[in-house]
């Protein structure tokens, strides 16, 4: 049986990530989705397992020691990690996963799984960006400010990437990417 597809969705922060792979998961409910460790605080609604697995730091650098984690990154104070049994095993029974991760961590996946596709979203924006973050309202402005000289930086490794998408309108958005999806599933593989 043919592997599932590998998709890993990044940008900076508040470009849209979160909304537009909720959206995805409506439109395509058979595209499994990796829920991520962290050691963040969850933020009102958020659920253990759904959104995140909520972890101390201990149990996060317990993760880490044991090989547990696809990858992982430090993004403005806390970390955040890809558990790795749950992505092998989906690809391996030939379900196509969705990672929606920040920049560092994105790239490292493409070290271990080259095969993988890899999507930025990007911004209509700099400003508009900022606005997102800050209509969102779950961020200081220490942080905001911070997620805000790191995306300059993230957007910089664009290059790395598959495929850019505009999350201009989020329908837009989704389309897309589901378009990127058929096209790597007509693909022929050399
Ligand atoms: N490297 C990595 N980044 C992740 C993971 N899970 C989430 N992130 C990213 O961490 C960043 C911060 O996430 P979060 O605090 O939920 O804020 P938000 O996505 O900006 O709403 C975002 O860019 C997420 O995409 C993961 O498992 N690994
Ligand atoms: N295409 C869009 N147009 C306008 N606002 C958007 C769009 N996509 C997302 N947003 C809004 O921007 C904010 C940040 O989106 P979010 O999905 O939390 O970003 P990320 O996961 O990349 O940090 C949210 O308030 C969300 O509703």
Redesign the pocket.
Known sequence: MAKGLLIVL?GP??VG??TVCNELRHRLPELVYSV???T?QPRLGEEHGVNYFFKTREQFVEMIQNDQLL???E??G?Y???PRDFVEQTIESGKDII????V???LKVKEKFPEGIFVFLLPPSLDELKGRIQGRG?ENQATIDHRMSVAADEIALLKHYDYAVVNDEIDLACKRIEAIITAEHCKVRK
């Open positions: 990044s922060s508040g990530k979160g991520s460790a962290t963040r990858e992982y990154a993004y403005v806390n955040y990690g890809t990672l929606e991760i920040e560092q961590g994105a779950t």
